[in-house]
């Protein structure tokens, strides 16, 4: 979401807000809101059918959005996928998309191993996500890079 917000075009911001709320959405699909001791309210809006019905009116906003421009925001997607940016997360979703493949039980257990294994291709998607979302902060922000200390001056 921060990522959104500077000296940014409102292409860009719709565009970062999009994969905000991807990232939302796949947070809310691996909390169980229901189990938590939280107000009946946000169990509520967390759960069940409201919760399909909101994400599916943001998306629905969105692609709207998106869709009043199609050219520019292909365009916009292609060379965002160039960028470092997208390189990381085009294998984080590839990553999501399989461990969803492996929870639905799309992909056969042979092994009986599949919870485990779908744990872990899913950290190292949310890893990758993270490293996305770093990236493209320090790139927008020109954020330098901290420099290696220097052994033979210390500071």
């Known amino acids: 979401v921060a990522a959104s917000f500077g000296n940014r ?3 860009e911001r719709v565009f970062y807000l999009s994969l905000a709320l991807l ?47 199609p050219r520019l925001t292909i ?8 960028q470092c940016c997208g390189i990381y997360f085009v294998p984080a979703a590839v990553l999501m998309v399989l461990s969803w493949l492996i929870d639905a039980d799309v992909i056969p257990d042979r092994t009986g191993t599949d919870p485990l294994i779908e744990e872990l291709v899913e950290i190292d998607a949310h890893l990758l996500i993270m490293v996305t979302g770093i990236v493209c902060l320090r790139r927008r922000h020109a954020i330098p890079a901290p420099e290696p200390e220097d052994p033979r001056n210390p500071a």
């Open 23 to 69: 990232m939302i959405n796949f947070l809310i699909r691996e909390l169980d809101i229901e189990d938590l001791a939280v107000p009946e309210w946000v169990a509520m809006v967390g759960s069940g059918r409201t919760k399909r019905i909101w994400q599916a009116a943001l998306w629905v906003i969105i692609l709207i959005w998106f869709g009043m421009r």
């Open 9 to 11: 075009t409102r292409l």
């Open 75 to 82: 365009r916009y997607t292609l060379h965002w996928m160039k």
